[in-house]
């Protein structure tokens, strides 16, 4: 872990440094500039590291580093004289469109190409740093939409991460094209929490966690899927992994709105709500323009026109669901009681996994139908029941006196 020196600001600093602002409209140079060096370890400077025996060693930095976790930013002012929150924000939309490979505030399409080491590089870094130091991002919860955005852009990264797979199958239940951003278990864990603390975080992930998890369901039910793509396990076994998975996703993001809601932030429920109903249009929009890219997330194509179809009609119908949901006075009301919105996500949860599940096996005319419905409400169980245990386990600190569980 970086050990801070002094603040490495100074008279040189703007000629070392674009504007953010610009880079949010420029994907690629904006990848460039945060992976770019900001200072070598020969530099004349005092930032320091551990190495392997516990000694202090000069530690490099690169531009996001020096940015996100060292920079000592100095008080904005807007043309009124007022606070302004405007150099952060600019610098969460540039590291936004850093790491998906898009313009800032907009969503993937079919022209998204799969991420790059560098673009998935820089997203572990970020979850590594929100991880090591969360006022990083608590103290400036702002830049949470632009987290939420990318992370719901590294879905099979995050699925594959919370899976904890000794057996080695995550890499076919959770296919992904393009570079892996490597981070921890316990990493994402508190990532999520944190992210699950804002409205438009929080609606940005668990709205594309569910586009996701309809889409996996939809992959892993083809009957025409060719084996070497198939997770090898029996058809109950991965409906429950998927809707497992996605539930812990669900499970840690409804923590987080939960120590917002109820805990000391005084969050209003009615704010995630709104901020879920307001993704309809950009998901609606982008649900289906690929396969392997972009909101789907598979990084195989599925077979055939029909498959691809499914795909995006079970997805819909997911979101669909998900919005109607949302247009309700459900999570205001569940907010009245200290475990009522776990119970209300987790409900939810379960509600999504089954549509995905019943509609993908209808679609294909699978022979157990009537059946996944309940393999997609035990995963579900088991995926809550994992968020609950693990952010006790891993993110304890994250929480105020508010139980994981409700």
């Not at 953010?20 to 990848?31: E, F, G, I, V």
């Not at 996701?212 to 992994?241: C, F, G, I, K």
């Not at 419905?373 to 891993?394: K, P």
Request: aromatic residues 6%; contains cysteine; charged residues 20%.
């Amino acid at each position: 872990m970086r050990q801070p020196g002094r603040s490495a600001s100074g008279p040189g600093e703007c000629q070392r440094l674009p504007c953010p602002t610009s880079l949010s409209n420029s994907p690629d140079a904006a990848t460039d500039f945060f992976s770019a060096s900001f200072l070598s370890k020969d530099e004349d400077h005092e930032f320091k590291t551990k190495d392997k025996d516990g000694n202090d060693v000069k530690d490099a930095l690169s531009n996001f580093d020096y940015l996100f976790e060292e920079r000592d930013w100095p008080q904005e002012r807007n043309s009124e004289g007022e606070d302004s929150i405007e150099g952060r924000n600019n610098l969460a939309l540039a590291l936004e469109a850093a790491t998906t490979g898009h313009r800032a505030g907009e969503m993937p399409t079919a022209d998204t190409g799969p991420h790059s080491k560098e673009q998935a590089d820089l997203m572990a870094a970020i979850v590594q740093s929100v991880h090591e130091d969360p006022g990083r991002l608590t103290k400036h919860s702002y830049m949470s939409d632009s987290m939420g955005q990318i992370a719901s852009e590294y879905l099979p990264d995050i699925n594959r991460a919370m899976a904890d797979d000794p057996r080695g199958n995550t890499d076919l239940l959770f296919p992904l094209a393009g570079a892996q951003a490597e981070f921890d278990h316990q990493q994402i864990t508190r990532f999520l929490v944190i992210v699950g603390q804002h409205p438009e975080g929080h609606a940005a992930v668990e709205v594309g966690q569910q586009a996701y998890m309809a889409s996996l369901m939809a992959h892993h039910m083809n009957p025409d899927l060719p084996a070497d793509q198939r997770y090898p396990q029996s058809p109950a076994d991965t409906v429950q992994e998927i809707a497992r998975r996605s539930a812990e996703v669900s499970g840690t993001l409804a923590i987080g709105m939960q120590e917002a809601v109820v805990g000391k932030a005084s969050q209003e429920a009615k704010d995630f709500a709104d901020s879920v109903a307001q993704q309809k249009n950009a998901w609606a929009g982008a649900v289906g323009t690929s396969i392997g890219v972009g909101v789907s997330l598979i990084a195989s194509p599925v077979v055939g026109a029909v498959a691809s179809g499914v795909a995006s009609t079970v997805s819909s119908m997911v979101l669909e669901h998900i919005f109607q949901q949302a247009e309700t006075d459900v999570l205001t009301d569940a907010a009245k009681t200290t475990g009522g919105l776990w119970e209300v996500s987790k409900e939810q949860s379960g509600n999504n996994a089954q549509v995905a599940a019943m509609e993908a096996s209808k679609a294909y005319k699978l022979p157990y139908a009537h059946q996944v419905a309940d393999w997609a409400v035990q995963g579900r169980n088991d995926g809550f029941n994992d968020a609950s245990t693990n952010v006790r386990r891993m993110a304890d600190d994250l929480e105020t006196e508010i139980s994981a569980a409700g």
